[in-house]
């Protein structure tokens, strides 16, 4: 899950006073999920409503994500007037690049204002791990080893699993 690249399109909408970023981002939906505590959407279903308030909006669909947030100057009114952009967007626009799904906001001149491709890596390696064992008390590892000698740990943060030997 981890090797994909992923998008951050940063955008304003001048008219509106409001600015957003568009992410793509692998299992973008799992994991707000799982990071706010709410049970996992199904992921073919049409672009879920998170939050909405008068000061930041945000809708998930698979990998992609929309924010909206209203900066100084944004009143009720052009809140709601973007909002009904935002709305407006079918689950078919969404499987659109990233960057065309600002044609729903034409009407606010959208401008965008960064583009940045990234991709996650995570940093847990054997190396580390086996040292992190090695300080470890031996009887605390004691049944923890199979029949190669190794001890098998999964990273918590990327799922990776590693066969360690010890000593
Ligand atoms: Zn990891």
């Not at 955008?11 to 990071?35: D, M, S, V, W």
């Not at 945000?58 to 990998?63: E, T, V």
């Not at 009904?84 to 044609?103: Q, R, Y």
Request: net charge negative; with cysteine.
């Amino acid at each position: 899950m981890a090797n994909s690249t992923d998008q951050l399109i940063r955008f304003l909408l001048p008219r509106t006073h409001t600015r957003g970023a568009i992410i793509k981002a692998t299992h973008i939906q799992a994991e707000a999920c799982r990071i706010h505590g709410l049970p996992d959407a199904d992921a073919g279903s049409p672009g879920q409503l998170l939050g909405q308030n008068l000061s930041a909006s945000i809708l998930l669909h698979n990998d992609l994500g929309l924010l909206l947030e209203a900066m100084p100057g944004c009143d009720d009114a052009r809140w709601f007037e973007t909002l009904e952009c935002l709305a407006k967007i079918t689950s078919h626009d969404l499987e659109k690049e990233p960057v065309d799904i600002l044609t729903a906001f034409e009407s606010m001149q959208p401008k965008v204002v960064g583009k940045d491709a990234y991709t996650y890596h995570c940093a847990c390696n054997p190396e580390d791990m086996a040292k992190t064992l090695t300080a470890m008390p031996a009887e605390s590892l004691q049944g923890l080893e199979d029949e190669t000698g190794r001890i098998t740990l999964s990273c918590r943060y990327c799922g990776n699993t590693h066969h360690i030997k010890v000593g």
